[in-house]
């Protein structure tokens, strides 16, 4: 069945370090892509998304570029922030079944220290 | 509108005990669904509701689990005869038709079994 695999954790960076957290997948047909962020106490909020290959998804600094070849999404940002503290998931979407359901990874938990 | 909202945010329950969990949608969105997030670990689907109907059942959902959306609003989430396996956070999330657009999630309802 479809599934994600993401860059085990945690991760530990300093302020205005580089971060890149690896998701691959695997699917049957052309899902859509998803990186969601959890901040402590706090639901899944939606980070980017990119729905084709070689589409890319960026929000608040973040990027993201679904590559069909690698069946990879990895998700990266130039210079992290303390705010930036929290565990990101990436997700696929599949159509199986008409739900749209999403199919997680585990999560990485990403500290920023100051 | 506020958002997606879940209640009770916390509930603590003697096994064996049953349990209701609610979730309001945005009030636009006919799509509903269902997680469970496992410490540690990425939310898994649960059920899917369309309006009124539910669509979708993972095989998670055991018969101790039983769902509904009156109306195609609210949704509520019963759990009979509490295990401790069943200690986690459990996600409602809405969506409109319109795809792919991801979700919103709610803050979740974390269940402690004791």
């Known amino acids: 069945g479809d599934s994600v695999t993401q860059m085990e954790g945690p991760v530990t960076l300093s302020e205005e370090a580089c971060l890149t957290i690896n998701c691959t997948y695997t699917a049957t047909g052309y899902p859509s892509l998803f990186w969601y962020v959890q901040y402590p106490g706090e639901g899944l909020q939606l980070l980017l998304k990119?729905?084709?290959?070689?589409d890319k998804g960026s929000n608040k600094g973040f990027e993201a570029t679904y590559r069909k070849e690698t069946t990879s999404f990895h998700l990266e940002k130039g210079s992290v922030q303390v705010s930036d503290s929290a565990v990101y998931f990436c997700?696929?979407?599949?159509?199986?079944?008409?739900?749209?359901?999403?199919?997680f990874g585990k999560g990485t938990k990403l500290t920023v220290n100051p | 509108d506020t958002g997606v909202s879940q209640n009770p945010r916390h509930k603590i329950t003697k096994r064996g005990q049953n349990v209701t969990f609610r979730c309001d949608p945005i009030?636009?969105?006919?799509?509903l669904y269902w997680y469970r997030q496992t410490l540690g670990q990425g939310p898994e689907f649960l059920t899917y509701f369309q309006n009124e109907a539910q669509l979708e059942k993972s095989r998670l959902l055991s018969d101790r689990f039983s769902a509904e959306r009156p109306k195609g609003s609210f949704s509520t989430l019963e759990i009979q005869r509490t295990e401790q396996g069943d200690s986690a956070m459990y996600l409602c999330a809405s969506s409109p038709s319109s795809y792919p657009n991801g979700y919103t999630f709610g803050s979740g309802t974390r269940l402690t079994v004791v």
């Open positions: 997700a696929l979407s599949t159509t199986q079944g008409g739900s749209e359901k999403l199919v």
């Open positions: 009030s636009e969105h006919n799509r």
């Open positions: 990119a729905t084709k290959a070689d």
